[in-house]
């Protein structure tokens, strides 16, 4: 995998820029963008809808070439320093062929989403160089109530203005539990939180590269094959699965694909998310699943990371060196997230 360019750091008084590249999530809960809005003004940052965020054409935001527009404003604006994904979806890959990555490589800044947005992670890297951050987005993340959870929080603050290498933890405390957002459901109570279980040793070692990844199913479908794929070579891997939680049988599939694709004998380390929906019996087979698909690469395999669609989540830039240890377990950067802008602290 080749060095990709960081993002500036961000600064109190930026701008982010809300874009949705695939679903419409915005106009159909904007209790939840209201929640999200606030959190971030509390950080000392203006927020910004682009104009096709908010509409919600069937099963996509708006047709592509608006999504796509969006996004080249929200790029090319001086003022914005996150662009900032409102959810995933199904249908970023519709906006491929319609970016002008040349405008987005000129103005580098962070874009920032998860689950489908891994296409747009991916197609950023191989055509404009540029490290991006899977992380929360506006809307199921920090459109939490009454605020994002602390580790959530305290993880994108630490990537968005930090200056220093981070090293990322365990979740003392997790959930998946849904509350309907359509009769906020969600704007009542707080989510029931369980103690967290900690990372898994899947298989021992210890690796450093950049890390490179996303949803599992996303790279599977839609860029398996494509233009856009990204050499593995020397990378450390993420991979999460969606909020559809597919069994392990199809996760068996999935990883095989990967597997006899060369990715993990490329790959430096494997860190796999802590799966949204399962059962205890499910997650045991999970894991015996992946163990298995990367047993021949010899690599280490970290699993149950805080990075996929269960909450809290970590942001964790793409494209940027770090040290995984599956013993310990722990997994730092070994260099600050961001570059500094001019006359700042450390790149």
């Not at 509390?42 to 509409?55: G, H």
């Not at 694909?257 to 494997?270: I, T, Y």
Request: one cysteine or more.
């Amino acid at each position: 995998m080749e060095r990709l360019r960081k993002p500036l750091r961000v600064r109190p008084g930026d701008v982010v820029a809300v874009v949705s590249p695939s679903f419409g999530a915005v106009g159909r809960w904007p209790h939840r963008v209201e929640r999200a809005t606030a959190y971030l003004e509390s950080l000392d940052l203006r927020v910004r809808l682009m104009p096709n965020a908010a509409r919600s054409d069937g099963w996509a935001s708006a047709p592509p070439e608006a999504r796509a527009a969006d996004l080249h404003v929200a790029f090319a604006d001086d003022e914005v320093a996150v662009v900032l994904a409102s959810i995933g979806g199904n249908h970023s890959n519709q906006l491929l062929p319609l970016l002008d990555f040349e405008l987005i490589a000129a103005h580098p800044k962070i874009f920032q989403g998860y689950s489908d947005l891994t296409v747009l992670h991916w197609a950023l890297a191989k055509h404009c160089g540029l490290a991006t951050f899977h992380g929360p987005a506006l809307v199921p993340e920090l459109g939490e109530f009454p605020r994002p959870l602390e580790l959530t929080d305290r993880s994108l603050r630490a990537a968005w203005f930090g200056d220093e290498p981070l090293v990322y933890e365990p979740a003392a405390e997790w959930t998946d539990e849904f509350l309907d957002w359509d009769n906020q459901a969600d704007s009542v109570r707080t989510r029931e939180l369980r103690p967290g279980d900690g990372w898994v040793a899947l298989h021992g070692g210890s690796a450093r590269g950049p890390v490179l990844g996303g949803c599992l199913e996303t790279i599977c479908w839609h860029l398996k094959g494509s233009s856009s794929w990204v050499d593995s070579a020397g990378a450390i891997l993420l991979l999460e699965t969606s909020e559809e939680a597919p069994p392990p049988t199809h996760v068996d599939a999935y990883l095989t694909d990967l597997e006899q694709l060369g990715v993990f004998d490329a790959a430096a380390a494997l860190i796999f998310a802590r799966p949204h929906g399962y059962a205890a019996e499910d997650v045991k087979l999970l894991w015996d699943v992946v163990a298995r698909r990367t047993e021949d690469a010899g690599i280490p395999v970290l699993a149950n990371v805080d990075v996929g669609h269960t909450d809290p989540m970590l942001t964790v830039p793409f494209g940027v060196e770090a040290e995984l240890d599956a013993d310990e377990p722990a997994l730092r950067l070994l260099e600050p997230p961001t570059a500094a802008r001019n006359g700042e602290g450390r790149t």
